[in-house]
């Protein structure tokens, strides 16, 4: 069985199921709750949340950059 892709990455741990016999519009509310969820945490923490990814994405493109051979033609 192929792990599943996450966004956040996480590929274990305690197993979400979803059930298959959801209506869509019992699919539609949940996806409601979660984007409410997501926007009233985004309003209480973007600055944190902005200085987090920054930080994270500067790190990885860092380390990403070691691996360049200055030499390369640059396309």
Known sequence: ?????LPSG??????FLIQGDWSPE????VVELLDDLRE???????IQLQE???EQRCSQLTSESKN???TDPPF
């Open 1 to 5: 069985m192929k792990p599943w892709l």
């Open 10 to 15: 996480i590929q274990h741990g305690i197993p």
């Open 26 to 29: 019992q699919a539609l509310a």
């Open 40 to 46: 009233m945490i985004w309003a209480r923490y973007q």
């Open 52 to 54: 987090l990814l920054r």
């Open 68 to 70: 360049i051979n200055e």
